[in-house]
């Protein structure tokens, strides 16, 4: 579900690095609309960069999602017209509450959701899942995406003994998932600093 588009960094990377870097160093916990404002700012307007293999998307929300959501083949304009609020919805029903990021400790579930914002949930749960198992977690996980009580209580496990570097394991994950996407299609390339950069804005948490 990965996406090739990004938002310019700027502006948005400041407004919500700060408000990451807070709740990191002041162990602030987030609220879901507050994480969502957080990614509206990282992904921007309508866009339809013509290497973005997912098309149409405006607030970070695809054609294909859209089709999913409204239960039919939603049109170019449609996505183009999205209201935030719809937007809003999807990212919280969908990828916040439908693959229980909430159950996860508080101070990874702004990386994890945006995780699943960016690459679908099934692989953020993925980069958890593999982070606890390179951990030594007993007994190891099965790596198949699916938030069960055996990753819950894994990820609250990691959380206890890591601390600060289990988030920091998890950007790690990602940022070799980018660069692993870029080695089998050589055409995202052109997406990887962007990607990179969002990755980082989380490490200003642990920093």
């Not at 404002?37 to 307007?45: A, S, T, Y």
Request: aromatic share 8%.
């Amino acid at each position: 579900m990965i996406r090739g588009h990004n938002a310019d960094v700027g502006h948005s990377r400041r407004a919500a690095g700060e408000r990451t870097r807070r709740a990191g160093k002041e162990g602030i916990v987030l609220t879901v609309s507050e994480m969502i404002d957080d990614i509206l700012r990282r992904e921007g307007g309508f866009v339809d960069h013509p290497a973005d293999r997912g098309g149409p998307t405006k607030f970070g929300i695809t054609q294909q999602t859209l089709t999913a959501y409204i239960g039919r083949v939603a049109l170019r304009g449609e996505v183009e017209a999205l209201g935030e609020d719809v937007a809003r919805d999807i990212y919280e029903r969908n990828y916040f509450f439908g693959p229980r990021i909430d159950r996860l400790p508080a101070p990874i579930q702004p990386f994890v959701f945006d995780c699943a914002v960016n690459h679908g949930p099934r692989q953020a749960v993925k980069f958890v899942q593999r982070v606890c198992n390179h951990a030594r977690y007993q007994p190891p996980l099965s790596e198949d995406g699916a938030m069960g009580p055996n990753t819950r209580k894994a990820a609250e496990w990691a959380q206890a003994i890591m601390g600060d570097v289990f988030l920091e394991a998890l950007i790690e994950e990602r940022k070799n998932f980018y660069h692993l996407i870029v080695a089998a299609r050589p055409s995202q390339q052109v997406f990887l600093a962007g990607w990179l950069n969002r990755a980082a804005e989380f490490e200003e948490a642990v920093a």
